[in-house]
């Protein structure tokens, strides 16, 4: 029985943090129909930033790297992306990669394409023993940061004028503009978001795995990628909701299939990623907005 | 006039070819150093051409063309090593394979069609999606073959360098089968299956009330060009003579994408003209990481430039000529 | 020959030789048109015409080759779409164009997101809730669950909320019902004896010359006809203009 509770708090960690990291991919993608591929890397250059405050204090720390981190969220945007903003998808998609490519390798210019290893809250990674069960007190840590921030975002756009002009622009952009909705500050806004969502991921996964490489965005930005897609295209709450299938699906995969088949768990994921799409093309969550007008 | 009239109606694909054979008879009078150059450009032409076929006249991205790259790659593997290496380096090969001792255009041919039925396959639930979903799909497919090869160990060496097979990949061979590939897609986007798919590209809706089956000239094009992105995998595997999974997965896939997009996504032009680009700036700036030597000093970039330099390059195309350096165009007929 | 005069200051909108292209193609040719404060004008025509383009040109969706578009005056050319829509122009667009995913209060507020007094807004959105009662009952759900009819409303209540000097209606009758017609255009007729100005485009000829104080009759992309509904109507080239063949019944070639 508490193995599976074990596997429980797994799935919502592990789901916690690709929610996490497919809201950030989903936000700029409802809006504008772009798949900021570089958000792989905004999360990787979180990740060294900590490396050089490692001898600040830890909450000093952290907050400086969010703060790097959403200004580079926000310039990438000024610089990279308004130019080809209302070009074809492709065109945006290739910027976006074009600039994840330059970033990579640009750090690895700077430290190195070696990984090197990172201590950043040695107490998080501390066993508590909690009714039978024992997990790390970063697990802990997760659910309430992403639980934090998936509440304080769906406040944001819940409550304030502006999360709604925000969440109108994501469902139809030229209509918001029509009404008097800045596009530029939204499109802004959006970006800044997009990067704390990126910090946190940061922190969470380098306290967890320990390591910085200069690639260590690129297989997060791919799954919070197709968690946005499986979720629902154009959907926020499709996006979060994509991240914890994905998130559920690789724990149940990783803890169910027999070992000789285990090495191939990824493959299953895709499989049943595949499947759902033949099954729903717009996502587990249709958006009206989304679909073909004839 | 009959004889200027069809010259002129295969120019597109007469002035690529053209192109093509100057620089490699060019190359081949050249060093070792740049020939390897010019023969690893040609088998990045022919990876991008194969994806043009698809990508570029159905406006659909596919990221999955990575996959075909795999299977084509170590299925020629399989068949052209010698068995003396297989038994050592493969022990647990299936017999067939093992003792198979193949000569490399058959087991190219043989290769690229396996590929090729195996994108028949997959083709036929994933190009009923269109969009985004198409794609994601299609990512999914590159990703499952991924892991599969990647943990088949005893079939590929795994996560491993699969080392042994013969070199092949010389300007010449490449420069043929470029020749080939753009045969084809010319061939191809002249024809009414070509013509119907981009009918579908512009508008896909308008397309089907004409009586344009989507669907098959989708999978038509998909099939075709798996084929010829597998020939590329196929090359360069007998290029380095060593395989990695490492090499068919995510740097690939989207650095033939950007290649395809930058050169401009809807010209046979755009997807010779993209790869031959960043092939030669990539030859560049690796002479600048390199070094140069001048006296006693040594003058040189640290590693990772090249990649950085490449990548602004692509950002810049993108940023000013957001159709690609041909703008979508072919090669103007140069008497007009 | 439009009826019109050169050079009234009084005019609220003026539309100056408005020339658009999508490409190669001329959507509007040379388009004059003007508004008076407190006037319903329409502007029908048939499919095609280049009505939608004009009301998207004067808001600053699509970009004018030529010409000029003044509200008070004052030139909106060039101008980003938000910044015309607070200069004072609302749109309800073809279409509607409602955020689905918003409640009916959440599209109501958001056609206020130029004002800046909260009461005013509050006690405006309670006036639009009574204005249309079918809307005030349901603030709390989805928009997307609304009727055709009754999203039309919403669009048109959003647009008000803005408090606009001028109100522009794409096709407002399209797809609806002939109650809910009439509903919306006496809302129209009650919304003018209220101030308002109001510009609407139209296919439903009838309606728009009854409820207009002045129509303007557009054909391929520009005005062939202007006037009152009884200067139109016993204008002899009225169906010419409208329909594009003569009163014998042979084809005219277009401009």
């Not at chain 2, 060019?26 to 020939?35: E, H």
Request: proline share 4%; charged share 15%; with cysteine.
């Amino acid at each position: 029985m508490s193995i599976y509770i074990q596997y429980i708090i797994d799935a919502i960690t592990v789901g916690g943090l690709y929610a996490l990291a497919a809201l950030g991919i989903g936000l700029i993608f409802g809006i504008m129909r772009l798949i900021n591929f570089a958000h792989g890397e905004f999360i990787m250059v979180g990740g060294y930033s900590l490396l050089l405050l490692l001898g600040a204090w830890t909450p000093v720390a952290v907050l400086t790297m969010c703060l790097v981190i959403i200004l580079l969220a926000v310039a990438t945007e000024r610089i990279a992306f308004r130019p080809v903003r209302g070009s074809d998808p492709a065109t945006m998609l290739v910027t976006s990669f074009a600039l994840s490519f330059f970033l990579q390798h640009l750090f690895v210019l700077l430290f190195g394409a070696r990984p090197k290893g990172i201590d950043i809250a040695p107490k998080l990674m501390e066993y508590v023993v909690f009714g039978g069960l024992r997990f790390p007190k970063l697990h802990i840590v997760t659910v309430v940061v992403t639980g934090g921030l998936l509440l304080g975002l769906a406040l944001f756009l819940k409550r304030t004028d502006f999360g709604i002009q925000m969440r109108a622009a994501a469902e139809d952009f030229k209509m918001a503009r029509v009404l008097g909705v800045r596009a530029n500050l939204v499109i802004a806004a959006a970006f800044a978001i997009s990067g704390l969502l990126a910090a946190s991921v940061s922190v969470l996964f380098v306290a967890q795995t320990g390591t910085l490489s200069p690639r260590m965005g690129v297989q997060l930005v791919l799954v919070a990628f197709v968690s946005t897609i499986v979720g629902g295209m154009g959907s926020l709450v499709g996006a979060v909701l994509g991240g914890f299938f994905v998130g559920a699906l690789t724990v149940a995969l990783q803890a169910l299939l027999p070992a000789n088949i285990r090495p191939f768990w990824e493959a299953f994921v895709f499989v049943i990623i595949i499947l759902v799409l033949l099954w729903r093309p717009q996502g587990l969550l249709r958006v009206r907005a989304v679909q073909e007008r004839i | 006039m009959e004889f200027t009239g069809a010259i002129r109606r295969v120019w597109p694909f007469l002035s690529l070819a053209l192109m093509v054979v100057l620089i490699g008879v060019l190359a081949s009078r050249g060093s070792v150093v740049i020939q390897r150059t010019v023969a690893d450009a040609f088998v990045k032409v022919v990876m991008v051409v194969g994806l043009y076929i698809f990508v570029g006249n159905s406006g659909v991205l596919s990221f999955g063309h990575a996959s075909f790259m795999t299977i084509a790659a170590y299925l020629s593997a399989w068949l052209t090593m010698l068995p003396r290496q297989k038994q050592m380096i493969l022990p647990e090969l299936w017999p067939f394979l093992a003792q198979a001792h193949v000569p490399f255009v058959p087991a190219a041919l043989i290769a690229a069609t396996a590929a090729a039925v195996f994108a028949f396959i997959i083709g036929i639930p994933l190009m009923r999606l269109s969009g985004l979903a198409a794609s994601i799909s299609t990512f999914a497919i590159l990703a499952i073959i991924h892991t599969v090869y990647g943990n088949w160990d005893s079939m590929t060496y795994g996560q491993g360098a699969l080392i042994g097979l013969p070199l092949h990949s010389d300007v010449w061979v490449t420069m043929v089968w470029v020749l080939i590939t753009l045969a084809a897609a010319f061939l191809y986007q002249q024809s009414r299956f070509g013509i119907a798919l981009r009918a579908s590209r512009e508008d896909e809706i308008a397309a089907r009330a004409a009586g344009i089956n989507v669907f098959v000239q989708r999978l038509i094009a998909f099939t075709l060009s798996a084929f010829f992105v597998a020939i590329g995998g196929v090359l360069k595997g007998h290029f380095l003579g060593t395989l990695w999974i490492a090499d068919y997965y995510l740097e690939i896939t989207f650095l033939s994408i950007a290649m395809l997009v930058v050169g401009g996504r809807t010209s046979l032009a755009g997807a010779v003209l993209g790869p031959l680009v960043i092939a030669a700036l990539l030859e560049l700036l690796r002479l600048v990481e390199v070094g140069v030597t001048i006296g006693t000093f040594r003058l040189s970039a640290p590693p990772g430039l090249r990649e950085t330099g490449v990548a602004l390059f692509m950002l810049s195309i993108l940023l000013f000529k957001p159709k690609g350096l041909t703008g979508g165009r072919e090669i103007p007929w140069p008497w007009s | 020959m439009p009826i019109w005069e050169e050079g009234n200051e009084q005019n609220l909108l003026t539309v100056d030789h408005l020339e658009v292209r999508y490409g190669s193609i001329v959507a509007l040719r040379g388009v004059s048109i003007e508004v008076i404060p407190g006037e319903v004008v329409s502007v029908i025509g048939p499919n095609g015409a280049g009505k939608s383009t004009l009301l998207h040109a004067i808001m600053g969706v699509v970009p004018a080759k030529s010409g000029n578009v003044l509200l008070d005056g004052n030139s909106l050319l060039g101008l980003p779409t938000e910044s015309v829509a607070r200069k004072g122009l609302a749109l309800v667009p073809e279409g509607r164009h409602i955020f689905g995913t918003l409640t009916v209060g959440e599209n109501l507020r958001l056609g206020a997101t130029i004002r800046n007094d909260r009461s005013g807004i509050e006690e405006d959105l309670k006036r639009i809730a009574e204005m249309f009662p079918v809307l005030g009952v349901r603030l709390g759900l989805p928009a997307g669950k609304l009727s055709g009819g009754e999203q039309q409303q919403l669009a048109i209540g959003r647009a008000l909320m803005a408090k606009p000097k001028l109100i522009l209606l794409d096709e407002p009758s399209l797809g609806l019902a002939p109650l809910v017609i009439d509903l919306v255009y006496d809302t129209l007729k009650e919304l003018q004896s209220k101030g308002l100005t109001i510009l609407v485009v139209e296919q439903n000829t009838t309606r728009a010359l009854e409820t207009a104080d002045r129509t303007y009759v557009m054909r391929t992309g520009a005005i062939e006809l202007s006037g009152t509904r009884e200067e139109l109507l016993s204008h002899p080239n009225f169906e010419d203009a409208y329909f594009g063949f003569s009163p014998t019944g042979n084809a005219q070639s277009s401009p």
